[in-house]
Structure formats: C-alpha cells, structure tokens
C-alpha cells in the first residue's frame, strides 16, 4: 500500500482484467456432481452443505499479481460457472454457445464437453428446473414459457433465490466461529428423541458444516499467500503477501480487526454465498454503514490512510467485475452474459430516520470514478435530510461515470418495505438487489420471478387470447374484439388476459420454491438470516418469515397505456377509426398505413405529465398489483410486483406482433417498468418524472426502474450540478422510487443522427437554450456532437 | 388584469429548461416582437399572429395539401429542396392542410390560450421551481409586446408564489407592459448596442426607450440578468463594447452580464417559415478567444459575466 502506488495498482488490474477472457469453470460443477453421488442417502439438506465443503475444500484457488483482497469466485481469473444441478439444458447451451463479440469467452477446452456430458448425464430428470416440470401440468407450462421470456421460474433461468443481501454488520461483528458455536448450541438445545425436529435438526447441521467450510476456505487463501510470500522476490510484494495471509488467517473465522480485514471478510463471504446459490443479485448491502466502524477507527489511530483505504475499495471493486454466469444464448442476449448485478448501497438514513452519508460514503464516488468499470455497481440513496452537498457529488460522479449510479428514493423505498409489513428501524436499512429490488439486509428475503409481458396482454385481448406472432391460443378466451362496444370492454378483455397469465406465473412460481425448499437448500445464505438460525428452517422453508416476498415484474407497461389510449381515444371518444381498421392495419404491420400512424402519432402519450395517457398508466399497475394480492406464495410468501427487465425488454418484444400504439412488430418494448416508450416523452425531464409519480409506486414495492437519458452538456459545471441535483430531489421528494441516467457521449449523438427515432427525447443543451437533439439541423447536430467531446471529462 | 381568462399568443412552452434564469425552468414564448434583429434566434417570435411552417425535407410531394387548400395558396414546387410554392399572402391559417398531410410536414405555430391554461401547464412543476430556485420565463418574442397577458401572467405566479422573470429587450411602451417588468421577480434585460444608428440599423429601432426602461427599472432595484448578443461585424466593435460595459457599470441592480455569442442554430426554422435569413454573409460564428477577452473587458468593470446563458 504504497503512497503512490495507489492509482497505478487499480489501473493495472483493471487492465489485466480487461485483457482476460472470461472462462467457463467447470469445476465447481464436476465437485458438486462428485458430491451429490457420494452422499445419495443424505437428508437433501445436509446434501448441499456437503457439496460446498468439497467444492471449498478442492476448488482451485489463485491469488493475481497486485491483489490486495484475494478470492475467487471460480477456478479461473475472470468468467462464470455452469450449474447443471439447476437446468441441464440451458447448462449444454452454456459449454455449446459460440463466443459472441459481445459476449466474447474463452475457447472451451477439449476435456470439458466429455467431463460435462458425465456430469450432465447424472443431473438429466432430476436437476431442479426438471422437477419444476414434473410439478407443473403441461398445458400451464406451454403458456408459461410461451408468454413469459424468459420463464417466471428462477430456476428456468438458472439461479435459485439470489436477490439479497445477509446481514455483513452481524457477520463482521461476530465472526463465523461464534456464530457456529451459537448454531451448535441450538442444535444440542432440540431433542434428538422428538421427530419433529428432525428438520431443524438437519438445518443446523448443514449451517454448521458451512460455517467450517468457510473458514477452511479462507485458511486455505492463508496458506497460499504464506507460500507464495516465501518464494516471492520482490520483497514488497512479499509483505503484502505475508500481509494477505494474516488476514485469511483471522477471518473469516473470526471477526475482524481493522477495515482492510473487514473488506477481505466480506469478499470471502460472497464467493462462498455464490459458490452456494449462484446467481445475480448478491448484494453487499450497506456498505459505507457497517464498514464506517472499521474505517473510522482505523483513520483515526493513524494506520490507515484515507488514500490506502480508497485503494482496498478500489481492489474490492475490480474485483466485482471477474465473475459472471455464462447464459444460455437467450438469456446472454437478454441479461448480458457477464454480471452478477451486486449492488453496493450507499447513503440514505440511518435505523432512527437520520443522515446516514459519512466520509466513505464520499470515498466510495472517489474510488467508482477511479475504477470505472460495470459490474460494480452503486446505488446511492437519497432521502429528504440527505446533505446537498453529497447529492452534488453524487452527481458530479455520475456526470464523470456517463450515468452508471442508481439512484434510490428513501422515502419511497422505505414506504415500500413498510408495506411489505417491515418494521420501520428494519425498513429504513433497506439495500438494493439486482436491478433494483429492495431488500432489507439480513431481515427480509425477496425473490425475483420473470417479467409479464404487458403489451402482450393487449395484443391477447385484441385476438380472444390468440398470438398472431406464435400462431398459438395463449391466452384466455376474452370474445372477438370487433363486438366490443366501448373501452370499458376492451380494458375487461386487458384485465382477464392480464390475470389469467398471473394464476399462470403463481402456479409456475409456486412449484418452483417448493422445489428450492426440498432440494436447494440454502444453508450458508440462511446463516447470513437472525431469524433463521433463530427458527431452525432454512431461508428457502421461509426461515425469514414473515419478510419474504415473491415478486412478478410487469413489464413494458408504456407500451400498454400508449396503446389502450389510442383506443380509447380514436375508436371510441373520437370515432375517427373502427376497430377493424386497426386491426388490419396492425396485422399489416401498419405498412402503408402513414395516415394511421400519423392519426396515433396524435394521441396523448405516457410520460408527457397529461392525464388522459398517465391515468391508463396508473389503472393498469393499480390493477397489476390488485391482482397479485390474490395470491398466497409458498410458505405464505407475499405475492409483490416489480417493475424492471434487465435487458428484458429486447426480448420480449419479439414475441409481440404491431401494437396499437404504432410500434412495429417484433422490435424492443418499453424498457424498465416506468420508462416512457422511447422517443414519446418530449415534454423535458419534469413531465416524466411527474407522469411517473402518478403510477403508486409504493404500492409497487419490489421496485419500478426508470430509465432516462441526458446530455453531459447539462451538467457541464457546478450551477448546472445544482439544477441537475435539484430535479433528482424533486423527483424523490415527489415519490420518486428509481431513477437512472444515461449521460449521453458523443458517439450516441453520432447514433441519434443516423436513427432519430430512437432518440426523439434526447435532451441536449444549444446555446442559451435547450433543445431536442433530433429537432436540431444536421450542422447544427455536428457541431453539438463536438462540443460533448469538448466537455465530456 | 388579473382576469384568467384572458388570452395571448404562445408559440412554445419549453420545461425543465436549465436556462433562462436561475433554477430550473419554465419557458413560455410569446408570439410577437417590435423589434427585428437581423441576427433573431426566434423568427417564429417576430410576427404577432399564428403562422404557418413548412418542413420541406419531411413532405413526400403527395400533393393532397395542393388540393384541399380553400384559397389557392400551395402549389407543388418542381425544386426537390423546396417542394412547395406557399403563398403566404393568400394563407389563411386554417390549418386544413396540416390535417391533410400524412408525414407532419406542416405546423401552426402560435396558439391561443388563457392565463388559467397557461399557469396549469406551469404550475405542473412548481415542486421543481421550489427545489431549484427557479420558475416561469416568460419569453418571446417580446413579452411585453403582449403587455395585458404578460402582466396577467406576472401576477398570476405572484398569487401562486412562483417566481417570475421576463425576457426582454426593453422596447417597452405600454403601461402593462412596464408594470409587468416592475413587477417580475427577474429580468433578463437585452442590450444590443449604445449608438442609437447602430442599433436602428441593427434592430429596426432606436434603443433610447431601451436604455430608459433599463435606467428606471434598475434605479427601481429590480434584479437584472444583462444579456448582450454578440455579433461580428454589426455590434462587436471595442468602442461597442466598452460604452456598454461603461454603462452597466453604472447600474446598481445588474446581478450579472451573459454574452451569447452568434450561432446560426436558427437558419433551418427561418426555411420553414420561408423567411430570408439575413446574416447569410456571416460566414463564421466568434471563437471562445473572442468572447473571453470580451468577456475580460466587462469583468474589468467589475461585472459579474459568463459567457452563454
């Protein structure tokens, strides 16, 4: 941790990552398979607690040049696993996909397809995405998977129940030995006479076995850095190395001393959580919260720096872009191939309601513009007694990092946990998961599901259930809609469809935590849960009840309100065209049908502030949630609504045939659940994000993502940071729950020339004035496209 | 005037403008102008009544507008560039050939609305004004060349608590007209030259009520945004410069100076008007060199200056 050292150490392994294909690790796969068939008359439970000890016990472990904190999460420097044990099929697609440019990974080596098709052969009819199947009657599974891309199950899609967050502040202040010791206690507390405690029995069992398996993990780090300190020449490097192994030596057994231990603890804790239940959305929680502790008393008595803290930050960082999930092509398309979406949540408040932002929450913008990388990801919380002068910041960062942070309202997002049924102090140490899911670290335990196609409701409701797109009945039975005699008629046909594909989902989703809960156990994750250990039932048998939530997405609702407008607004009030006009206009793919377009290009759309579009907005999430509160999950799980699609949105839209709307068949729908269809929203940043505010989005509580763009130009300096930060609070404080923005280079200003209709809403500043871009002249164009280079940092 | 339901002729209404003032924004453009500036950034400003634009490059020559037009006023035009012959003598501004047309090639720009529909739209993001500092612009055009409604305006954010600014050039003469810019919170204050020739050449009008309405309105203590367009070769000359900064030097009420030097950004919208455009021999716009060291010279006076506003 030299003075000076600080900058080019985080620029060299960030290039060396950048260099590094990602690899396929197969070994976590064969030692699991390898388990499993040693330990066949094993509780399933005590199953899966053995498998990750053998996996941590042999996994092959690496320390990189210039590494601070050490650990991977696969055998290899950068890349992802497969997980045959959850979908054998999307696993073969895995070790089968070509290398795509976007998704570029190492050559697959000869030896691993034989090795693979072992390990698959075990896994075919019985990996856990099999028994979903057995579970679920074919014809519901034919519209699930049909209607839902990809399929509402986690398991379909490879993960088990990743989007949360353990509680690191517990962790970090107890250590794993005690908490084994405490486990052990629990156990010696049950009767071994009583039946009926047979599953707790088991559950702490496996917690124990964990625990141990962890710290032999990080012992094994220890005894590697020892090594490699000995025959290490340069005896700097030699010292962090000796350095390094001191830390794996303490923790993670034991709890942590100083804010460089407390960072390797945490790592090492992720990897054996990811190594457990792979998949995205394993957050860090809080970090600048139960980190402070560390670094403030390190700060103070002098044997820590600011700098060197800001280096092991940035180490910590780099770190979170090696590991990834090598997609079935679908999902690489629809996710990206390589992120696992660990937030790291900052700001906020604190358990009693106040300011929460201390100087590492400050450090953690220093070290994001020093790493500037993307699977490190920050969510930054904003509340009402959040100090302006960290909101200018925050901005300023984001400005330098062309958008990259989420930002979360507090007052919103705390709203939302308190109507999941949080208590308040747990509610207010909300975290984010994967796209943009609250969690409450340690407390609460929210599952993610797959993404209701909304448009496509609309498109079933307009053919008595029937896709024109997949030539199938996929939907219910709703009546021809050329007898529908008002919009009254054509919303209830909306809303049959809409519910007849939710009882779909839950039917799907209900088979598929029963399926985690007898074989996906997640012992490791639950020892992260209070309540679990206090209950002796795994976090997958509701261990954390009653905070545990179900959430299904809605997705491309701008599509759905623009559309059900324009009926509404042509077919029936105005009566400038009939039903059948449509119709057939949209079986045309509106070819030909300029006049139309031209008709719908009239009528109000979401995202403008007006109330004839917005209001459908509302009635359609209003009605989404309604509808969820029908159901009853698995163990009692409360049914929530989400409203985001990763990469989703691309997707589903090829499922979707021309809308009503104007949007063509076949190409991309809204993306995320509060985005205005892009190009719509021409009425400036304010007009969005109160049409935005109309949704309850409270009531949406598993969390609403919007999406906007903005030019670097807008927030050239420090008067201009001021009105962008301005905006920010005044949507929050207006019950804002998320907001991202794309900061706009150059090169997307070159790519708005050439496809105008893709950025009709991009914001730009001309002069004394500001001006959409595609409302500009070419030269005029041309010369904005220099100046963003000119001011981009 | 504190009647609602009176009306004006508003081209644009522009929001979460960064510009325009302090905070953020709402901008409301006025139709209508005294004044004609050989370098105007709005030449939809100028005329006080709706007018009809014509986007040449979006018209597929269909030829429908041709037909429907009542009075004869669109002929096809063989030129690709210009597509149509539009007699803007004959125009009626009845719109029909706007509804005809399939691609949008058409626009009105102008339209009529009250006081109460104006403040609606403003009011949607008082929130923001209240976060930010900000508020209503009124715009132009020249806002007090609407004096009854810019005055109905001013009063009707006071009522709401909204801050109000006014763009203007100063070229003020009616009695509402200088109460709505005694009343406004804000004034983004034009001055385009000292020399009265000058400046009729330049405008189209001597700048001795200008300079007045500025002296009275400063010595009234009204916050004033100085804005100075900066043009090669009509009113950049260093004597130009430095009497202006002689003069606002003087002034007590001057927050600070924006010199906005010349862009062409409006040339294609003076083509959809079938407006000439009139600097056309101006062949280069001033580089930032130029403007710092004018930039410099104001700042010599002790002005606070930026340059762009």
């Not at chain 1, 068949?665 to 509060?674: H, L, N, R, T």
């Not at chain 2, 008082?126 to 009063?155: H, M």
């Not at chain 2, 002689?246 to 959809?272: C, F, M, N, P, W």
Request: charged content about 25%; proline content about 4%; some cysteine.
């Amino acid at each position: 941790m030299g003075e000076n050292k600080q900058i080019t150490r985080i620029a060299r392994l960030r290039e060396k990552l950048c260099d590094t294909l990602p690899e396929i690790c197969i070994e976590r796969a064969c030692l699991l398979t390898q388990s499993y068939r040693e330990t066949e008359a094993y509780p399933e439970i005590i199953r899966r607690a053995k498998a990750l000890e053998k996996i941590l016990s042999s996994v092959t472990i690496r320390i990189e040049e210039d590494e601070l904190i050490v650990g991977h999460t696969i055998s290899k420097r950068r890349g992802g696993i497969v997980t045959p044990e959850i979908n054998v099929e999307n696993c073969r697609e895995a070790i089968e996909a070509p290398s795509t440019s976007s998704d570029e990974f190492a050559p697959i080596p000869e030896d691993y397809i034989s090795r693979m098709q072992d390990v698959m052969s075990y896994w075919k009819g019985k990996a856990l995405f099999d028994r979903v199947q057995a579970r679920v009657p074919g014809e519901i599974l034919n519209v699930e998977c049909k209607t839902m891309i990809p399929s509402g199950s986690s398991i379909a899609n490879n993960y088990i129940g990743s989007h949360m967050s353990v509680d690191y502040s517990r962790l970090l202040a107890k250590g794993l030995t005690a908490i084994k010791a405490e486990t052990e206690e629990k156990l010696a507390a049950l009767d071994p006479l009583d039946p009926a405690t047979e599953d707790s029995r088991n559950f702490y069992t496996a917690v124990i076995i964990t625990l141990q398996a962890a710290c032999d993990y990080s012992s094994r780090y220890a005894d590697l850095a020892r090594e490699m300190a000995g025959k290490e020449m340069n005896p700097q490097r030699a010292e962090e190395l000796l350095h390094i192994a001191e830390n794996c030596e303490w923790v993670l057994a034991n709890p942590p001393r100083t804010f460089y231990e407390a960072l390797q603890f945490v790592w090492l804790y992720f990897i054996v959580l990811m190594t457990e239940a792979w998949g995205p959305g394993m957050a860090f929680g809080r970090m600048d919260q139960y980190l402070y502790p560390y670094y403030k008393k390190d700060i103070e008595s002098g044997i820590m720096t600011r700098e060197q803290a800001q280096e092991l930050l940035g180490c910590f960082c780099i770190k979170m872009n090696e590991s990834g999930t090598r997609f079935s092509f679908e999902k690489i398309r629809t996710g990206g191939g390589l992120s696992v979406l660990s937030d790291i949540t900052i700001g906020g408040v604190t358990k009693d309601g106040k300011d929460a932002v201390n100087d590492l929450t400050y450090l953690f913008l220093d070290v994001q513009e020093e790493v500037r990388m993307f699977a490190d990801e920050v969510v930054i919380r904003i509340s009402n007694v959040t100090p302006d002068k960290f909101v200018f910041r925050a901005c300023e960062a984001a400005r330098n990092l062309r958008g990259k942070f989420k930002f979360i309202g507090d007052e919103t997002a705390v709203s939302s946990m308190l109507f999941n049924g949080l208590q308040l102090e747990d509610a207010r140490e909300f975290a984010l998961s994967g796209c943009s899911l609250p969690t409450v670290p340690g407390v609460s335990w929210d599952i993610i599901g797959g993404l209701v196609n909304l448009p496509l409701m609309v498109e079933l409701a307009l053919n008595n259930g029937y896709s024109p797109v997949l030539g199938e009945q996929i939907g219910a039975e709703t009546g021809d809609p050329r007898e529908f005699r008002s919009f009254e008629d054509v919303w209830e046909a909306y809303k049959k469809q809409v519910e007849f594909c939710q009882e779909v989902y839950v039917r799907v989703r209900n088979a598929d935590r029963a399926v985690s809960a007898e074989y996906a156990a997640t012992p490791f994750q639950s020892a992260g849960y209070q309540r679990c250990l206090d209950s002796g039932r795994d976090l997958t048998w509701g261990g954390s009840a009653p905070y545990v939530t179900d959430a299904i997405s809605a997705i491309g609702g701008a599509n759905a309100c623009d559309s059900l407008a324009v009926i509404k607004k042509l077919i029936f009030e105005d009566k400038k065209i009939t039903m059948d006009q449509l119709l057939e206009a949209m079986k045309k793919n509106f070819e030909g049908e300029e006049e139309l377009l031209k008709l719908i290009d009239s009528v109000p759309k979401f995202g403008n502030d007006d109330d004839y579009a917005d209001s459908i907005m509302v009635d359609i999430y209003d009605h989404f949630e309604k509808g969820m509160r029908r159901f009853k999950g698995y163990n009692n799980n409360k049914y929530t609504v989400q409203s985001y699609t990763a990469g989703g949105y691309l997707i589903l839209g090829e499922n979707v045939g021309a809308l009503p709307d104007g949007r063509k068949a076949g190409i991309p729908i809204s993306d995320g659940g509060a985005s205005p269809y892009h190009g719509r929203n021409l009425s400036g940043a304010t007009a969005t994000f109160n049409s935005v505010n109309k949704i309850d989005i409270v009531k949406l509580s598993s969390g609403v993502a919007l999406n906007m763009k903005f030019s670097p130009s807008l927030l050239k300096d420090a008067e201009c940071i001021r009105k962008f930060a301005a905006l920010l609070r005044g949507y929050f404080e207006k019950g804002g729950f998320h907001v991202q923005f794309n900061i706009v280079s150059s090169a997307m200003l070159l790519d708005a020339m050439k496809h105008p209709e893709k950025y009709r809403d991009l914001l730009v500043r001309v002069a004394t004035y500001s001006a959409l871009f595609t409302n500009l002249g070419p030269e005029l164009q041309l010369q904005l496209v220099d100046r963003v280079e000119n001011t981009e940092v | 005037m504190n009647d609602s339901r009176l009306t004006g002729v508003v081209f644009n209404i522009v929001h979460s403008s960064f510009v325009d003032g302090y905070g953020i924004r709402t901008t409301v453009f006025l139709k209508g102008c005294p004044l004609r500036c050989l370098w105007c950034c709005n030449p939809e400003g100028q005329k006080f009544e709706p007018e009809l634009k014509f986007v040449a490059p979006d018209c597929s020559s269909c030829g429908k507008c041709v037909e429907i037009c009542p009075v004869g006023a669109l002929a096809i035009n063989p030129d690709p560039e210009q597509k149509l012959f539009i007699d803007r003598e004959k125009c009626t501004m009845c719109g029909k050939c706007a509804d005809a047309c399939a691609v949008n090639a058409f626009g009105i720009i102008g339209k009529r609305m009250t006081v109460d529909e104006v403040m609606k739209i403003v009011c949607k993001d008082e929130y923001y004004y209240r976060k930010s500092g900000g508020g209503l612009t009124i715009g132009g055009g020249e806002a007090t060349a609407q004096p009854d409604f810019t005055l109905a305006l001013v009063r009707a954010c006071k009522e709401n608590y909204i801050h109000v600014a006014i763009d203007t050039c100063g070229f003020t003469t009616t009695e509402n007209g200088r109460k709505a810019l005694e009343e406004a919170d804000l004034l983004l204050y034009d001055v385009k030259g000292i020399d009265p020739a000058e400046h009729r050449r330049n405008t189209g009008v001597s700048n001795e009520i200008i300079l007045d309405n500025l002296k009275r309105l400063d010595s009234m203590g009204k916050p004033i945004i100085i804005r100075y367009p900066f043009i090669p070769g009509y009113n950049d000359s260093q004597e130009t410069i430095k009497a202006i900064a002689a003069l606002l030097e003087k002034l007590k009420s001057v927050q600070r100076v924006d010199i906005i030097g010349y862009h062409e950004y409006s040339r294609t919208r003076y083509k959809e008007l079938g407006m000439p455009y009139p600097l056309e021999h101006i062949k280069s716009t001033p580089t930032n060199e130029r403007l710092e060291s004018v930039k410099t010279i104001f700042e010599q006076h002790g002005l606070k200056t930026q340059l762009g506003g």
